[in-house]
């Protein structure tokens, strides 16, 4: 039955005119959704019960689960059944096992310790996972281990660069443009949730956005785009700054949430902006695409980007509907399902052809577009 209306419906996408009366039949809305729960099933051969992550490129990876765990939580928060059933399962298993795991691996003691490492952008993901598993389920302890996460990442704020700035990591070897997208998005998403603490999260995240715009160097303000790095000899920005999805899909998510916070239309203004600039330039036939990677080689991080920005676009599509998002998530959502997809895995390049191995990170990313699309059509 799903098959089925998913081929209908490309047919109906390519235009064939008898098919016409009955693609008016079909609701895209449903179909997205079907898509969606099919590949959650996929998804979910690749989860692993003694760990509480999804294995990608072989092993347990830290990171890219907590954004695999985010990708399934929305999916059940834009009112999937299928991913509701599994969430409830996944996330408490995920909460105790992963945090066990971590404190084991890495030489943790304290409890609030659990989603600490090394790098600022990591603890970041998972403040994230943990604060939509609170929206979820409305249980304190989800919003408590993002606040405790959240204290660990403020003490990454300040280098010898600059008045500002958070560190990528804790040896203090890279300052970038992701851990401060995310130390945005963390700040306000919590200004939103922690009734008592509202104007602390809020004045870290205005601070935040304030020196990324204005002295970080690592903001385009004319093409509004977040790029490049810090040279930490020189302290100026890396020549040539190359810009990603995720970082800007993280700012997106922050200026929204800002907005949220603030009852500040400027920032959702801002949002609009960078969104305008990521759905215009890092395309390729219209549909999303990693810009300065290459695509059959896109390496084990990169192929988790695009999702990133794809859930902070449905953000802002939320609170501000516009047309053109709509269309870019069901082109890009379309071109996955037609041009990305081999025995049920979907892989990093939009466009197609299919790169191997098949695995949970570009997988869960390209699910992210479509449970956008869904989003969208609903
Ligand atoms: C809240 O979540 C924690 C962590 O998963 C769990 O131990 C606890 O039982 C949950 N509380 C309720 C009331 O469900
Ligand atoms: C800033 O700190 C980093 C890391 O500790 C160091 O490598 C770098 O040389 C310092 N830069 C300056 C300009 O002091």
Redesign the pocket.
């Known amino acids: 039955m799903q098959l089925t209306q998913s081929v209908l419906f490309a047919v109906c996408l390519a235009g064939f005119t008898g098919a016409s009366k009955r693609c008016r039949a079909i609701s895209a809305a449903s179909v997205y959704q079907a898509n969606a729960e099919t590949s959650l099933d996929k998804l979910m051969t690749w989860y692993r019960e003694d760990t509480g992550m999804w294995d990608t490129y072989g092993f347990a990876r830290w990171w890219q689960s907590a954004n695999i765990l985010t990708t399934l939580i929305d999916m059940a928060q834009y009112g999937s059944p299928k991913a509701q059933e599994v969430a409830d399962d996944v996330?408490?298993h995920t909460?105790?096992v992963a945090g066990s795991w971590n404190l084991e691996n890495r030489g943790k003691r304290e409890p609030e310790e659990a989603f600490v490492n090394e790098y600022y952008d990591d603890e970041a993901w998972w403040a994230i996972a943990w604060i939509k598993a609170f929206d979820a389920?409305d249980?304190?302890?989800?919003l408590r281990a993002a606040e405790d996460i959240f204290a660990d990442l403020a003490r990454g704020w300040g280098t010898n660069c600059s008045t500002g700035g958070e560190w990528w990591d804790k040896p203090h070897t890279q300052l970038n443009t992701i851990s401060n997208t995310l130390f945005i998005e963390v700040g306000a998403r919590l200004a939103n949730r922690v009734q008592d603490r509202k104007v602390y999260y809020t004045d870290w995240a205005v601070r935040a956005w304030d020196w990324f715009r204005e002295e970080s160097g690592m903001y385009l303000p004319d093409q509004h785009l977040a790029a490049g790095g810090i040279d930490l000899q020189s302290c100026r920005p890396h020549e040539d700054p190359h810009s990603n999805t995720y970082s800007n899909g993280a700012l997106i998510a922050g200026l929204v949430a800002l907005s949220v916070a603030t009852g500040q239309t400027e920032y959702l203004d801002e949002a609009h902006r960078v969104a305008g600039a990521v759905t215009t330039t890092m395309v390729k036939d219209g549909v999303l695409q990693e810009p300065h990677i290459i695509q059959s080689h896109p390496g084990e991080s990169a192929p988790q980007f695009k999702g990133v920005f794809m859930r902070a676009l449905t953000d802002l599509q939320v609170h501000s509907p516009r047309q053109e998002y709509k269309a870019f998530a069901q082109k890009t959502a379309d071109s996955i399902w037609m041009n990305d997809r081999k025995d049920g895995a979907l892989g990093p390049d939009y466009n197609g052809p299919f790169y191997e191995p098949p695995n949970a990170s570009p997988h869960s990313s390209a699910m992210d577009a479509i449970v956008a699309a869904w989003r969208a059509s609903q």
């Open positions: 996330i408490p909460f105790a389920t249980n304190a302890t989800y």
